[in-house]
């Protein structure tokens, strides 16, 4: 009787410790996903400013050629009535100038922008074996390079822990992420909307976080990546490319993204630069 009173003890201090082990487990988690959430909001913000201003560029660069046609057009007038002096024209004559010279570095920044988001897409392709193509599509939107990596060639089914194939694939966009300092990188983690029914996973919100921090922690702490660079952001269900309703759409759907884009300061400081309209 001692004995089997001494084994259901042993068996009940067991399980108390597996619990308290458990509950730590989970704030643990609970904690990064919270931090994961605040982060997020300021990589959106971020990404949202980047993906305007890259739409935006062709804008200002036509706004600018238009200010650039009306300035020669008073020019014209001007000389050929000669009834504002010749103090008028030479001013017109700097106003051209300097729309000219902006236009020119508006032409710069695009083609710049454009070829190092190309030879970035092209560099990045040759790189990976046709069998590594099949998990990875690369596009080029507006300024933006989007990397979608496939959800069943990163983790397991139902889990954030990528598996030892996906490494040698992060390894090569780790690489390109290296080459390319002037750029920031936001990963994005994506679902189907089929319910997680995981311990400590409440939801898809919480796999598509932990998921992204997954991809963050390993470009930073296995390949060297500036963690000031990264931001990790979960995007749930929410974000879908294909329809839920088939399998293929699901799978379409369950996606880890790393979206590689220009330092806005770069852009900004064109604004600054642009020459006073009249």
Do not use: H
């Not at 057009?73 to 000219?100: P, R, W």
């Not at 889990?159 to 694939?169: F, G, Q, R, T, V």
């Not at 749930?236 to 379409?252: C, F, I, L, P």
């Not at 369950?254 to 630069?273: G, V």
């Amino acid at each position: 009787m001692k004995s089997i009173r001494l084994l259901i003890a042993a068996l009940i201090g067991a399980a108390a410790l597996s619990s308290c082990v458990s509950n730590k487990k989970y704030a643990l988690l609970q904690g990064q996903y919270d931090d994961l959430n605040s982060r997020y909001n300021a990589a959106t913000v971020d990404l949202a400013e980047s993906k305007a201003y890259a739409r935006s560029l062709n804008s200002m660069l036509e706004d600018a050629r238009r200010q650039n046609d009306d300035l020669k057009a008073t020019l014209a007038t001007a000389m050929s009535q000669n009834s504002q002096g010749n103090a008028n024209i030479a001013k017109l004559v700097d106003e051209i100038n300097a729309s000219n010279k902006y236009i020119k570095q508006l032409v710069d920044a695009k083609s710049k922008s454009d070829s190092l988001n190309l030879a970035l897409s092209n560099k990045l392709t040759r790189s990976l074996s046709p069998a590594e193509r099949q998990d990875v599509d690369i596009q080029v939107l507006k300024g933006v390079v989007y990397i979608s990596l496939a959800d069943n060639m990163l983790y397991r089914s139902g889990s954030y822990e990528i598996s030892p194939d996906a490494m040698e694939i992060l390894g090569k966009v780790a690489k390109i992420i290296k080459d390319y300092k002037d750029y920031d990188v936001l990963v994005e983690g994506n679902t189907d909307d089929v319910p997680i029914s995981r311990p400590n996973i409440r939801n898809n919100w919480d796999l598509s976080a932990l998921r992204a921090s997954s991809v963050v922690q390993a470009l930073q702490d296995d390949f060297g990546v500036n963690p000031a660079r990264l931001s990790a952001a979960g995007r749930g269900e929410y974000n879908t490319v294909a329809d839920n309703s088939t399998e293929y759409g699901r799978q379409k759907n369950r996606r880890t993204q790393i979206i590689i884009t220009p330092k806005l300061d770069q852009f900004l400081d064109l604004i600054d630069e642009a020459p006073e309209g009249n």
